[in-house]
Structure formats: C-alpha cells, structure tokens
C-alpha cells in the first residue's frame, strides 16, 4: 500500500500560519508533503500571487495526515 506524498519547493500559506516569535512561524497543511529543510524558499500567500518573502524550513513534522513546518522568515518583501 502507497502513501501519498507531495513535494513542495515554496511556501503557500493562504493566511493560515501562525507566528510563535518575531520571525518563527507555524502553519498546518492537510496531506503528507516533504520540503527542504535549511534551504530558502519562496513564501506566497496563494500559488497565483506574488512572493512575500523568503523563508528558511527549520522542521517538518507528519501526523494523522498533516504536515506541520515551522519556518523562520528571512526577508520580507513590502510595499510600505
């Protein structure tokens, strides 16, 4: 029996992350997805829209079909 795995190279967060310090955030996806870990990746909000930032995967972790990463962000793209 095969387990299904999806494997992301960026970042999409669609507004679900949670922020556990300044620049360390958390966010659940549904599935088993692997990623790089202590590799920059682009952050989006949705696939379609522009990059946000760049952040660093510092943990993946599977569970009950959910993977959660804990990312730490690195650079920031802004219009302010």
Request: hydrophobic residues 35%; glycine residues 4%.
């Amino acid at each position: 029996m095969g387990m299904p795995l999806e494997l992301n190279t960026l970042i999409v967060t669609k507004g679900r992350e949670l922020r556990v310090e300044e620049n360390l955030f958390v966010l659940e996806k549904e599935g088993y997805r692997l990623y790089p870990i202590d590799i920059p990746v682009e952050v989006k909000k949705t696939l379609d829209s522009d990059t946000n930032g760049t952040a660093v995967i510092k943990k993946v972790e599977w569970q009950n079909s959910l993977t959660t990463i804990t990312y730490q962000l690195i650079s920031l793209n802004s219009t302010n």
